[in-house]
């Protein structure tokens, strides 16, 4: 689907009233959820006894500091010290450097520089050592293996954070505030996991234990300054185009734990407009006001899903999907004597009997937007205004809901005749592929001031 962006711009005529014109499209950025900083200080000991008097000493300290779209580097030291019965010391140094260029996140690549027993290796694209983690402990831990065998003690002061951020995408000028969904997971970290202490006596050069962790119920996951997560992991945003925001993950009252969030999911909203001359074509009428047996509709959709759609009253759900016009009840008729203007009603335009149209254009609209155009929609439903061919006809019912959803660039006529064809000269189908009436394949962002 291609996505144009409409500025307001000059005056076309009487009916163009703050008309606008087509500019070159520019690209819609897609979401980026990413890694904006990661920051890890370590430094600890594992000491082991065994009954035959052997002992076993590690000690151990790193640090990683990476930012996103910027060059960095990182360290990580460890020594063992293996003191056997016969007397016999035996060492072991493993000394890890990484350091890489400006990168973007997921672009975390680097050169690994790794010096173990005075042998230097070097590695180049080795990933930077970023784990999705929070970590403030100080922590002691005593263990025994094979029934008093072996006796451990082990320390470690750890400090690490993930900063996640999620960029919102959308067009470049764009501040439509669209529905997102994010969902994520969290589970706790056991320092004192006996594969803990190994992976450091092992030699481990990566900057993490290896060890398991329990689930977090979702409830207790907070999303940014955002609040907690639905009992599924979901966490549902409305942002703004364009902006970059704060999403990591924290867990009060737990202060060693990871976490996973899936690929953002953006859910767009629109704004429909059909129009059915009652002469198809590019004539006018003359007269503005001249009775016009064409007619004019609308609809708002969105690509939310349901489980999205629940935090909305289903008094406005139901009204979502569907073409609606506003008519005359006919009871009486409209004619001379009674000026045209009769009382008015609300009626779905959709199937069974959908009504035909020549015409349609749509415009991307927010989701707050969405929800006040389904608003007033609801509205004329529940206490529809006098239809009148002058002053409040189908043309205007659809200008009021264009408006409510902050459509605000749609021509001023008052008839379905002129109003089709000022909307196409105001939004022209792009190289008339399927238009210039029915373009179905583009979608135009709104004039109003985001």
Known sequence: MKIYFILLSVLIGSGLANATIQTTANQDKPPRLYVKTYSTHDNGSVYRHYLTTAEWDTTFSGTINWSDGSAGSGTWTSHDVDDEPTGEITTWDNDVTWSWATNMWPNTFSTMVQTYQGSTNTYTNQPVPILWQHSDIDISTYNTYYNGYVKELATERRSAQAVIKLQTGGKATSRLRNLFKLTVSAGQTSPGDPNWASAIEDGYYYMYENTSGSGIPPQNINLGSYGALNPNGVK????????????????????????????????????????????????????????????????????????????????????????????????????????????????????????????????????????????FTRGLSVAPPEWSVISYNCVSAVRSAGFAADIFALPEDSSPQNFAVTLIGMYPAPGMIIGPFLDTNDVFYSSAPY
């Open 236 to 375: 549902y945003l409305i942002l703004p185009d364009n902006d970059d925001v704060d999403v990591t993950p924290s867990v009060a009252g737990v202060d060693y734990y990871s976490f996973n969030m899936a690929a953002p999911q953006k859910y767009l909203s629109y704004f429909d407009v059909f129009v059915q001359q009652a002469n198809p074509g590019f004539s006018l009428y003359l007269t503005s006001y001249e009775y016009d047996e064409g007619h004019a509709f609308w609809r708002f959709r969105t690509t939310a899903p349901a489980d999205a759609l629940q935090y909305i009253s289903p008094s406005l759900t139901t009204l979502l999907a569907t073409p609606w016009g506003f008519y005359p009840t006919n009871n009486p008729d409209p004619t001379i004597t009674n000026g045209f203007t009769v009382p008015g009603v609300l009626q779905n335009d959709g199937p069974p009997t959908a009504h035909s149209y020549n015409v349609i254009r749509t415009f991307c609209i927010g989701f707050p937007d969405l929800i006040n155009g389904l608003e």
